[in-house]
């Protein structure tokens, strides 16, 4: 093995005083950014590990970090749940980390270190994961899972939330339904831009009209949901709604039945998660599978930290999601046979 980085080393060759290299690691706030990014670059290119971060065996903190932008979010609770429940026979611990808006996980953690003093590995959810990033990471040596995104640099697990909008669109028309428009919420999230241009290209396959207006945005919420809908009620009278995500299906449920509009009769209501909220309520939905994916991502960081997996593994994996059917669609005695595709048509 080579000779041990000291921060004296990384203090000469990035041209700073010991005391700078200890600020960065300790109180980087009170560094600029400009001598704290050259310090951060000198540690990667030595690969220096942090004396705070526990990989002997003997020294573990029991603790794997879940880092979110948004501590919010209903399907990252439903995560947490799997995840606890997958630690259950092991003696590992969850520990929340709130980004607190900041989607950058290299910019967060870069000036947020001591973190890394209370974590053996990191689960990522829905952030960017960048080189520096990764970089980082493995100059600490923390193993890295990003969640609910892609990063081929690492161990990602996300949706193909294209194929899941499509199984919805089909869904949909299989149950007879053809005005058919689409709730989420911002449109240049992926997840959301993703679903809405699966659902768009199986109803354009089969002919189904869809435009502009059958569209409407919200917040990521059941209130979002609930306003979003109305928008969408004063431009057309939809037979059937596509939410991106189960709590905006929620708050849509809520003005359907303010209005007095019957589900699923008169309009089908369709979201995006299974959280345990959709079965209580009886919610068709699309199925994310968070039980699997919390088993897929404790196995692996378990078997790093364990040395079981003696490298990182870097592999962009994707589930499918899969179509659950409750009562807020037509039931299948009542589904229609699909309209010919459009190539189809004479």
């Known amino acids: 093995m080579g000779e041990k980085v000291r921060i004296s080393d ?9 005391a700078t290299v200890s600020r960065v690691l300790n109180e980087p706030d009170r560094v600029r950014a400009g001598t704290r990014d050259q310090v951060y670059a000198v540690m990667r290119a030595l690969k220096y590990v942090p004396p705070t971060v526990h990989r002997d065996p003997e020294t573990l903190s029991n603790i794997i970090g879940v880092f979110a932008p948004n501590l919010f979010l209903d399907s990252l609770t439903e995560l947490v749940r799997a ?28 000036t947020n270190p001591h973190i890394l003093k209370k974590v053996d590995a990191a689960i990522v959810f829905s952030a960017d994961v960048s080189a520096d ?22 161990r990602s697990v996300s949706n193909n939330n294209f194929l899941g909008g499509q199984d919805a669109a089909t869904h949909l028309l299989e149950c007879g339904y053809r005005r058919i428009a689409f709730v989420g919420w911002e449109p240049w999230d992926d997840h959301v831009a993703d679903r809405l241009a699966g659902f768009r290209s199986t109803l354009t396959r089969f002919g189904i009209p869809f435009h502009d207006e059958d569209i409407a945005y919200g917040a990521l919420s059941a209130d979002g949901g609930y306003t979003a809908t109305a928008r969408l009620l004063e431009k057309n009278q939809p037979d059937a709604v596509f939410y991106a995500c189960d709590m905006m299906a929620v708050g849509g449920l809520k003005q359907f039945r303010e209005r007095g509009v019957a589900v699923p009769d008169a309009v089908g209501v369709m979201g995006f998660d299974d959280l345990s909220i959709a079965g209580a309520i009886g919610l068709t939905t699309m199925r994310q599978y968070f039980s699997k994916k919390a088993q897929m991502i404790v196995e692996y ?7 079981d997996i003696r490298t990182d593994q870097p592999e962009e994996l994707q589930i499918s999601p899969g179509l659950v059917v409750r009562d807020t669609t037509r039931p299948v005695s009542d589904r229609k046979p699909l309209p010919p595709r459009a190539a189809e048509k004479r």
């Open 133 to 154: 990033a990764v970089d980082y990471m493995k100059s600490a040596d923390v193993p890295l899972v990003l969640l609910q995104a892609r990063c081929k640099l690492v």
């Open 10 to 18: 990384i203090a000469q060759r990035a041209g700073v005083s010991i």
């Open 83 to 110: 995840v606890e429940a997958e630690l259950t026979e092991t003696t590992f611990d969850i520990l929340l980390v709130n980004m607190r808006g900041n989607r950058n996980f290299a910019g967060f953690i870069q």
């Open 301 to 307: 960081l378990v078997g790093r930290l364990s040395g």
